[in-house]
């Protein structure tokens, strides 16, 4: 009995509760499962307590790699710890241009920059609900000048690259899911990030989503995500994605795609 | 389920503005008033009036859209020191009421500075209503960004029954282009205080299209003398003015060489074009005359014999050399203006790459 309860808190400690379908939790994927969506970043569980991702699509524009290790249980949640490294540096530069998808002005040369960001997770299931709590710490480093007129203040984006101009940042956030049926899930979440003493120095992102999930392999999400936020022109919210020569909000439609690598 | 539907609902409407603002054929604009007001009141005597396309106060700032230039953003220093410079010539003018084009009051362009507040809370003008012609969330082209640029009317006096008119859109554009562009339009105003017994008293203010090269500029000008002809129908007074992008009777028609930027080239088809847009008066037939049916209907501050003449040139482009070498910009009204003291600012010639005209209005002159 004494083995099988030091097995229990030895694996707790080095191998993580892995869980599939559950990017935003401190679960981790299973080991060697790889899972990714159309708006997902790759997701591959190198091992029981070390998960690795990147958004391969924009990975030759916008460098990006993430990992996720498994950490000891804090008051019976699962706890995890995540860093992320981004360059986005190349793609600003190929959008400071003039003309159509002149998104920064040609104006400004976005210099070298990098992004690094630490965050705690923690996850428990509680009556039948999977309750995940993070929270971190974000940093943004320009080797050179970066001009803060060269913002792009759009949801989403803005506070994402606040870290840059403002050098540091926090996030926490909420992620409720739920499974409805043995088909269908359902996940909330709500994400705070803070950039204080920028102008424009908080966002609120809140997500719903439902999934079906076909098979352990692929499924289909759908849903809304709403952002508020304080911006350098003021106060705005947003409720995404819209279309903008239609003039409407379409719902998320989200394919996730999952394997087992043998 | 309820709860939920009523949340998204909520969302739905608090968090879908549209992303490109479009507007009603005709729409209330925006008011405006002093953080502190002074002298608001009207006590008989004459109102002087000025028109000024303040080229949303980045002076002569090579702005890729109007110029040779090929610059977007300007730093906010700069604007603030322009835009005092715009509020001190104000106030030197003493204008009772400003008829105002090309002001920014939320555009990343310029800082997100709300020009038509700060004119009102550094000049002696108290009230203001204001009507976009371009307002969008994001213009996805050249780093403009987040943009609200329009026209506004500035008064010593209260503004009531303010109304954004809107002018027909450009068609010599695809559809793409022609959803994120400008979106022209009338603002007209009542002024209670300058009422003559049962007569209302309107200020107009319109900004013409510049670069079409379809007959929009004639549709613009029609809607315009239409707006105005209602008025008078009606027997009330104004005063109007504004950039018309249009030259008067006898100018020089065709600017393209004068215009040209060191990567261009014009007249060099066998009928003389291309012509640069914004710069060739005489698109459609009868462009060159467009601006007859004002003068023959109305009093123009400056007289169409006098209008070409050096002193009352109002427009030069921002990145060449020459200061001022067309009239664009006009004042008319259905009163009696003191003629010999209307006068075209151009010393402020640094401040825009157009300038002021001041008129004074003869009240109960006939």
């Known amino acids: 009995m004494k083995k099988i309860i030091f097995y229990f808190i030895i694996s707790s400690l080095v191998f993580g509760e892995t869980k599939k379908w559950d990017a935003h939790s401190a679960y981790l994927l299973p080991q060697k499962r790889w899972e990714m969506g159309l708006f997902q970043p790759f997701r591959y569980g190198y091992s029981e307590s070390i998960e690795y991702s990147v958004y391969p699509l924009w990975f030759f524009v916008i460098p990006n790699f993430s990992l996720k290790k498994s950490q000891n249980d804090i008051a019976g949640f699962t706890s995890a710890s995540q860093y ?179 | 389920m309820k709860k939920f539907l009523s949340i998204l609902g909520l969302l739905l409407i608090l968090g879908c503005d549209p992303f490109v603002t479009e507007f009603e054929d005709l729409s209330n604009a925006l008011m405006y008033e002093a953080d502190s007001k002074s002298n608001e009141t009207y006590d008989s005597g004459n109102v002087k009036v000025v028109t000024w396309n303040i080229r949303f106060g980045i002076a002569r700032f090579p702005f890729f859209g109007d110029s040779c230039g090929d610059d977007v953003i300007l730093d906010d220093e700069t ?196 012509h640069k847009e914004g710069s060739y008066f005489d698109n459609f037939e009868g462009e060159p005359n467009i601006l007859n049916p004002l003068y023959e209907a109305y009093d123009a501050a400056i007289d169409s014999d006098d209008a070409n003449l050096p002193i009352h040139l109002t427009h030069g482009p921002s990145t060449s050399d020459i200061k001022y070498d067309r009239k664009l910009d006009y004042l008319f009204t259905n009163g009696i203006w003191e003629n010999t003291l209307s006068k075209t600012h151009q010393a402020s010639w640094e401040l825009s790459d157009h300038l002021p005209v001041s008129a004074i209005l003869n009240v109960g002159g006939e």
């Open chain 2, 79 to 274: 604007i603030e020191k322009n835009m005092a410079a715009i509020a001190d010539s104000l106030n030197a003018i003493d204008a009772d009421i400003v008829l105002l084009q090309e002001v920014d009051v939320s555009s990343k362009r310029t800082g997100y500075m709300d020009q038509v507040q700060y004119l009102l809370d550094n000049t002696n003008l108290n009230y203001g209503c204001y009507a976009s012609m371009w307002k969008a969330d994001f213009i996805p082209s050249d780093g403009i960004g987040r943009i609200d640029a329009g026209n506004a009317i500035l008064s010593k006096y209260e503004l009531t029954d303010a109304e954004r008119i809107q002018l027909r859109l450009r068609t010599d554009q695809d559809g793409l282009t022609q959803y994120f562009y400008l979106r022209r339009n009338i603002v007209k105003a009542k002024i209670p205080a300058l009422a003559q017994g049962s007569k209302d008293f309107y200020a107009v203010d319109i900004h013409a299209t510049a670069f079409a090269t379809d007959n929009t500029k004639q549709q613009h000008i029609a809607k315009y003398v239409e707006i105005l002809g209602e008025i008078q129908f009606s027997g009330d007074y104004f005063v109007t003015g504004g950039d018309l992008n249009s030259v008067p009777p006898g100018s020089v028609i065709d600017f393209c060489l004068s215009d040209v930027c060191s990567d261009e080239s014009f007249h060099t088809d066998a009928d003389g074009g291309p």
């Open chain 1, 84 to 262: 992320k490294i981004v360059y986005p540096t190349p793609f600003l530069n190929m959008i400071a241009k003039e003309g159509i998808m002149g998104i920064i002005a040609p104006d400004f040369q976005m210099p070298p920059m990098l992004g690094l960001s630490a965050s705690w997770l923690m996850s428990k299931n509680m009556a039948g609900v999977d309750l995940t709590l993070n929270g971190g710490l974000d940093m943004g480093f320009a080797f050179g000048d970066l001009d803060t007129r060269s913002t792009i203040d759009i949801p989403l984006v803005y506070h994402r690259l606040g870290v840059y101009y403002n050098n540091w940042g926090f996030h926490t956030g909420l992620d409720v899911q739920k499974n409805i049926s043995e088909k269908i899930g359902a996940l909330a979440d709500i994400d705070l990030r803070l950039l204080p003493g920028l102008n424009g120095n908080y966002s609120l992102e809140h997500k719903l989503l439902i999934s079906w999930n076909k098979s352990e392999n692929f499924r289909v999400l759908t849903g809304y995500k709403f952002v508020m936020g304080e911006y350098p022109y003021g106060s705005d919210m947003h409720l995404l994605p819209y279309i903008p020569m239609a003039e409407t909000w379409v719902p998320i439609i989200e394919l996730q795609w999952a394997r087992k690598k043998r």
